[in-house]
């Protein structure tokens, strides 16, 4: 059966750095594309970024462009962020998702259990 398995979260301080895995089984990962939404207290569900199948294109939420990086490691099977420039605001539970086909914009039908990402002085 399909696994998605965040790691990484934690606390950081505003303008700090995390680096986000999710490690995928029960699939050929390197068919499918690939996202990161986030679920802050009290809110509802932001994408955040997403990524095709062989890596070749990326997709960033305005609102963390230029500060967040999402790559693949298609051999590892394993997903990443790359979240720099941390704002507190971004305190959230962080989801990685499996989405339906090789590129963006089909849907998800996988989410993993998230990992919190707490970001305070």
């Known amino acids: 059966q399909v696994q998605l398995v965040e790691s990484g979260g934690g606390l950081a301080q505003p303008g700090g750095s995390l680096r986000l895995s999710c490690a995928a089984s029960?699939?050929?990962?390197?068919?499918?594309?690939m996202s990161w939404s986030r679920q802050a207290p009290g809110k509802g569900l932001e994408w955040v970024s997403g990524i095709y199948s062989d890596g070749s294109d990326t997709y960033y939420a305005d609102s963390v462009k230029g500060r967040f990086t999402i790559s693949r490691n298609n051999d590892k099977n394993t997903l990443y962020l790359q979240m720099n420039s941390l704002k507190t605001e971004e305190t959230a539970l962080y989801y990685c998702?499996?989405?339906?086909?090789?590129?963006?914009?089909?849907?998800?039908?996988?989410w993993g259990k998230g990992t919190l990402v707490t970001v305070s002085s």
């Open positions: 029960g699939f050929t990962f390197s068919s499918y594309a």
């Open positions: 998702e499996k989405d339906i086909k090789w590129s963006q914009g089909y849907g998800i039908d996988y």
